[in-house]
T-cell receptor, first 115, second 111 residues
């Protein structure tokens, strides 16, 4: 099983809503990632969790709050988002830390629209 | 910071070879990666190359690495319509967990 599963696939939310994106992998990977991808742009890293601890936060606004409840799950909690936060949110996982082969497997993404 | 550049667009005839190029600035990476993204979908890892290799072949895919010029290429032999997608090269920033993606090359295959 080389799958990273993201739910929901699509999400429309108002600027006052609170919602969560979910990501799951069962490959035993110890690093998990959130990326944001705007239309016609490459993915940009938001957060990295390594062994369930936050290791990289790319100066992401606090309206995005990541959570790693266990080694298989990664959540992204959303609150008071802006329309410019509309994007494809991609989750990824990899087996080990940087410096080794960080072969990252990506989910299909959640297409988020903020209205 | 790290810059990873690609040409934006490539159009090839079905059956021909495609070559997608990538240049990068960080020379400390141990591995370099190629990903494929179909419309509305996530990223699929295609292949990777270890930095002490010059070439890696994987079925229809050939990766060439020129470390001196910091140039990476992906050759797809016998390109098919199903290969139409955006292709990203990716470089781990200074050997960290942070993948820096290239600007992406949109490959269009016509019959």
């Amino acid at each position: 099983d080389t799958e990273v599963t993201q739910t929901p696939k699509h999400l429309v939310m108002g600027m006052t809503n609170k919602k969560s994106l979910k990501c799951e992998q069962h490959m035993g990977h110890r690093a998990m990632y959130w990326y944001k991808q705007k239309a016609k742009k490459p993915p940009e890293l938001m957060f990295v969790y390594s062994y369930e601890k936050l290791s990289i936060n790319e100066s992401v606004p606090s309206r995005f709050s990541p959570e790693c409840p266990n080694s298989s799950l990664l959540n992204l909690h959303l609150h008071a988002l802006q329309p410019e936060d509309s994007a494809l949110y991609l989750c990824a996982s990899s087996q080990d830390r940087a410096g080794t082969n960080t072969e990252a497997f990506f989910g299909q993404g959640t297409r988020l629209t903020v209205v | 910071g790290e810059d990873v550049e690609q040409s934006l667009f490539l159009s090839v005839r079905e059956g021909d070879s495609s070559v997608i190029n990538c240049t990068y600035t960080d020379s400390s990476s141990t591995y370099l990666y190629w990903y494929k993204q179909e419309p509305g979908a996530g990223l699929q890892l295609l292949t990777y190359i270890f930095s002490n290799m010059d070439m890696k072949q994987d079925q229809r895919l050939t990766v060439l690495l020129n470390k001196k010029d910091k140039h990476l290429s992906l050759r797809i032999a016998d390109t098919q319509t199903g290969d139409s997608a955006i292709y990203f090269c990716a470089d781990p920033y200074r050997g960290t967990d942070k993948l820096i993606f290239g600007t992406g090359t949109r490959l269009q295959v016509f019959p």
